[in-house]
């Protein structure tokens, strides 16, 4: 499908299923050369939009690991409310774990400058962040983002995990606003 109704907007097709799948792949490659022999990290996916990313990432790692799903809101309908809500479970869980973070977008950049340091107040051996997509031109505040799959435009984009006021997320591919 080239175009899709969501919730009443247009939205045209932008990253297909195999260039989704290859540079997860290729992400988690990487990730699988990193950790190897290290202590089992814990993967903390930032719900809810990273549901999907996560399940087809964790699927491709070869090593011992744990994963964790925590909840952060900032946006309502198309643009960032600014409040950014967090729901984690701050257990001392995180203490000494080496920890990958795993975000759908990064936008503005303000949910991981918020949780980022919530994270490191907990002393984990290392942290280490991944996003689906990066918005680099809509960045407000620097983040720590040491990788990312696709680089893409302010357009607000829908799908694969992602939604438009809770609609869109089971799209198999990423749509952005026609
Ligand atoms: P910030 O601005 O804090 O945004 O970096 C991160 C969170 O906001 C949501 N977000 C989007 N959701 N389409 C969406 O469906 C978008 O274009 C979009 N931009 C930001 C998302 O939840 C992300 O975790
Ligand atoms: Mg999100």
Redesign the pocket.
Known sequence: MTEVTVNGKVFQVLISRKELEEKIEALANLINSKYSGEEPPLLVG?L???FIFMADLVRRLHFPCTIQFIR????TG?S?SGV?KMEADVSPRWVGRHVIVI??????????SRFIPVLKSHQPASVFVCAL?F?KE???VS?QLDEYCFLIGR????GYG???DGY?RNLPEIYQLK
């Open positions: 930032i809810n939009g990273s952060i809101e900032s946006y198309m960032t950014v975000e759908d977008i990064v936008d503005t950049g303000h949910t991981l997509l918005k809509a960045l407000e983040v357009k607000f984009v829908v992602l939604d438009y869109g």
